[in-house]
């Protein structure tokens, strides 16, 4: 964890907020993301954290394939909640 917090705030340093940040979610990487979703399935709280911050950064970041993750995401949600 502290090599990604590290090069974050390096990234934040040197470019603005917004550009700082990378990762699965920031080059709109589906199957890594489903596969992340997949294997905290079996801890719901981490899982319930990692989509409200998944659709925090989908809606404020510059991230890839927001439609694609979107979609992911929502159809998460709606598996475990049953809800829309």
Same mark, same amino acid.
């Given at each position: 964890?502290?090599?990604?917090?590290?090069?974050?705030?390096?990234?934040?340093?040197?470019?603005?907020?917004?550009?700082?940040?990378? %990762? =699965?979610?920031? *080059? %709109?990487?589906?199957?890594?993301?489903? *596969?992340?979703? %997949?294997?905290?399935? *079996?801890? =719901?709280?981490?899982?319930?954290?990692?989509?409200?911050?998944?659709?925090?950064?989908?809606?404020?970041? =510059?991230?890839?394939?927001? *439609?694609?993750?979107?979609?992911?995401?929502?159809?998460?949600?709606?598996?475990?909640?049953?809800?829309?």
């Amino acid at each position: 964890m502290i090599p990604i917090l590290l090069q974050t705030l390096a990234n934040y340093a040197t470019r603005d907020a917004a550009n700082a940040f990378s %990762g =699965p979610i920031i *080059r %709109g990487d589906v199957e890594t993301i489903r *596969r992340h979703l %997949g294997v905290l399935a *079996r801890v =719901p709280e981490a899982r319930d954290v990692y989509l409200s911050l998944a659709r925090a950064a989908i809606g404020h970041l =510059p991230t890839r394939n927001k *439609r694609a993750l979107a979609q992911l995401l929502n159809s998460e949600r709606k598996r475990i909640t049953g809800v829309d």
